[in-house]
């Protein structure tokens, strides 16, 4: 099994900046990926941006030039760096793990809320 803990949300104006971090725990063999992918009210979860084993990024066109993804210093961690948030960020945050043999795992959600 694999524990995804995701930490950082919260409320912030329009403009402003949050950090989120992910760790991942328990059976994590052959790491594909790790990412963030987010869920607005009445929409489909979509990707935010992922970080491949190589180390290649990949980042959803709305978020490109204000979203950092990035490893954490301790094993299988991710962070998230969000800066200029805008209204339309306001979401529930999902980490992701992709694993080349069990397929991927999801965290449990924080709340991301830009105030205008």
């Known amino acids: 099994q694999v524990q995804l803990v995701e930490s950082g949300g919260g409320l912030v104006q329009a403009g402003g900046s949050l950090r989120l971090s992910c760790a991942a725990s328990?059976?994590?063999?052959?790491?594909?990926?790790m990412g963030w992918y987010r869920q607005a009210p009445g929409k489909q979860r979509e990707l935010v941006a992922r970080?491949?084993?190589?180390?290649?990024?990949d980042y959803a066109d709305s978020v490109k030039g204000r979203f950092t993804i990035s490893r954490g210093n301790a094993r299988n961690t991710v962070l998230l760096q969000l800066n200029s948030l805008k209204p339309e960020d306001t979401a529930v945050y999902y980490c992701?793990?992709?694993?080349?043999?069990?397929?991927?795992?999801w965290g449990q959600g924080t709340q991301v809320t830009v105030s205008s």
């Open positions: 328990g059976s994590i063999i052959g790491v594909k990926a």
């Open positions: 970080i491949f084993s190589s180390g290649a990024t």
């Open positions: 992701n793990i992709g694993l080349t043999y069990s397929g991927d795992y």
